[in-house]
């Protein structure tokens, strides 16, 4: 099992900043990859951002390529998104998540956080 807490949400004015964190516990040695997912109110979940654990590999969704930044701390099994120039449109729950390999699906991460809110003022 792996246990999965993320930190950092609050509420931000438009173009402004925020930084998520996701600390692991647990077996995270099955860790290959940890993703950024999120879900608006009424919409499904969406990919973000993810990262391969060992080489660093990452992938963004169009929606944040530019904005966002996926990164991880190996000794502290920390996955951090540092999000700049936030819009209304990034207002969601965000979530981390582990898996086996990197992937934008979520039906390939095993385990997930609870999840943190952002919420993006115009």
């Known amino acids: 099992q792996v246990q999965l807490e993320e930190s950092g949400g609050g509420l931000v004015q438009a173009g402004g900043s925020l930084r998520l964190s996701c600390t692991a516990s647990g077996r995270t040695f099955s860790n290959n990859a940890m993703g950024w997912f999120r879900q608006a109110p009424g919409k499904q979940r969406e990919f973000v951002a993810a990262v391969s654990w060992s080489r660093g590999n990452t992938d963004y969704a169009n929606s944040v390529k530019g904005r966002f930044t996926i990164s991880r701390y190996n000794a502290k099994n920390t996955l951090y998104l540092q999000m700049n120039s936030l819009k209304p449109e990034d207002t969601a729950v965000y979530s981390c998540?582990?898996?086996?390999?990197?992937?934008?699906?979520?039906?390939?991460?095993?385990?997930w956080g609870q999840g943190t809110q952002v919420t993006v003022s115009s």
């Open positions: 998540a582990s898996g086996s390999e990197l992937s934008r699906s979520p039906l390939d991460y095993a385990y």
